[in-house]
């Protein structure tokens, strides 16, 4: 099965490893979506994230045993994202371990209130689509931010609520090691990072990661406040950092090159802020700003800014839901209709059912024939196999890993004889 180069290469950034970052301080990648990370002090040690799953959690701490067998005397989450809150029942090793973490700490996947109404059911599909749960190890190559084979058993199984909440930036003392926690909002409004001083080691949780921002998530998020991210990678950027220790990928290591990363990062963001702000100032629509946005020459050949993860066109479209809201500014889409009625409108002018099929048959626009698609089905035409035969194929050459798992699963399911619905 065919996959785009970029990604298959992207792979490297999470092959399984433990890696020293200085004497007494480990981090594993590869182990699952995300790193874990160990601090050995005087006579204990202090873990930093926890991974998604229990097995994960257990193949990590075996790993780490083998380096140290001193006892955990806390734990330091750096934000909320089940794929780094989920192992704490197994790094705690059945004793009542610390469990620090931001006073906003709070996740939309843990503990929801079913009282709530919110389209959770959707959450959870769309969440399975993202990640592509179920797929065949050469169709999930890649998570865009992890591996795509890793365990799980006990997924979001191992979750214990944070003991400790920090409300302000704070020093403190992990057994002889000197550290600061301090807020730094960026793919969540409660990340706190671990900020090692007199090493020159930053933990910089999810704020950071070998691939272009998931600015916005295709499982479904709330808005991410693109402005307070890119200003907390300036922040970040001012430290005297040397190691760079995200929560997904390898570490960074240089001082010039984690200044480097962490500015141009900054700049990615920007540019699809002002562009997308441009763009609706001049009234245009977002499909045609998203049709025309790309990044700068000097951003856009950046490896780590490469669209493994995140996309700016799916950025820009949250933008603009996320500052302006869903209306575009033009009065045609103050009224809707349903798919049917358009569905049938599009066969109208096409000359009848067979006259779309054949056109979304022979079209040589894989994104037109998918939407062709869905006007064919939407009409009780058997354009199923169609659509799943373009979104494999869409799959094959795609950079963005939540993108292939996401049509690799939904091709799935129609195959199976589902319609899967957004």
């Known amino acids: 099965m065919n996959a785009h180069p970029d990604l298959v290469a ?6 399984k490893d433990i890696i020293e970052l200085a004497p ?26 926890t991974s998604e799953s229990t097995k994960a959690a257990e193949n990590i701490l075996a790993e780490f045993r083998q380096r140290s067998d001193k006892p ?5 989450l750096t934000h909320s994202h089940r794929d780094h809150i989920s192992g704490a029942t197994i790094f705690s090793e059945g004793q009542d371990v610390p469990i620090l973490a931001s006073h906003l700490f709070k996740s939309d996947l843990i503990g929801v209130d079913p009282n709530i109404i919110a389209p959770n059911k959707a959450l959870g599909r769309r969440t399975l689509m993202q990640f592509g749960i179920g797929l065949t190890p050469d169709q999930r ?11 799980m058993e006990g997924m979001g199984a191992g979750f214990v609520q944070p003991t400790t909440l920090i409300d302000e930036d704070c020093d403190i003392d992990l057994d002889g090691v000197t550290a600061r926690l301090f807020h730094a909002p960026g793919e969540t409004g409660d990340h706190m990072v671990v900020w090692l001083p007199d090493l020159k080691i930053l933990f910089c949780g999810d704020n950071w990661y070998h691939a272009f921002p998931n600015l916005y998530a295709i499982r479904g998020t709330a808005y991410r406040d693109f402005q307070a991210w890119a200003e907390t990678l300036g922040s970040l950027a001012d430290l ?8 997904h990928t390898r570490p960074v290591v240089g001082a010039e090159n984690v200044r480097e990363v962490l500015t141009s990062t900054r700049e990615a963001i920007l540019h699809v802020m002002q562009t997308t702000a ?8 977002l499909d045609d700003i998203c049709a025309d946005l790309k990044l700068p020459d000097g951003l856009a050949d950046k490896p780590w800014l490469k669209e493994f993860y995140g996309k700016a066109t799916w950025s820009a479209r949250a933008f603009a839901a996320g500052t302006l809201g869903w209306y575009d500014g033009n009065p045609t889409n103050l009224g809707t209709l349903s798919s049917v009625t358009r569905a049938k409108h599009i066969t109208d002018l096409a000359g009848g059912a067979e006259a779309l099929m054949e056109v979304a048959t022979n079209t040589s626009d894989l994104q037109w024939r998918l939407e062709l698609c869905d006007h064919l089905i939407a009409l009780g035409q058997p354009a199923q196999m169609l659509k799943a035969d373009t979104m494999e194929t869409l799959a094959e050459v795609e950079i963005n890993a939540t993108a292939r798992n996401a049509y690799f699963w939904a091709a799935k399911q129609l195959r199976a004889g589902f319609e899967v619905k957004a």
């Open 72 to 76: 955990i005397a806390r734990i330091i």
């Open 24 to 49: 007494g301080i480990w981090t594993a990648v590869g182990y699952a979506a995300s790193t874990v990370h160990m601090i050995e002090g005087e006579t204990t040690i202090t873990i930093i994230d």
């Open 141 to 151: 190559i890649s998570l865009g931010c992890g591996p795509g084979e890793r365990p």
């Open 278 to 285: 441009d763009g609706m100032d001049a009234g245009l629509s």
């Open 10 to 15: 992207h792979s490297a950034q999470t092959r």
């Open 240 to 247: 005297d950092v040397e190691t760079l220790v995200p929560g």
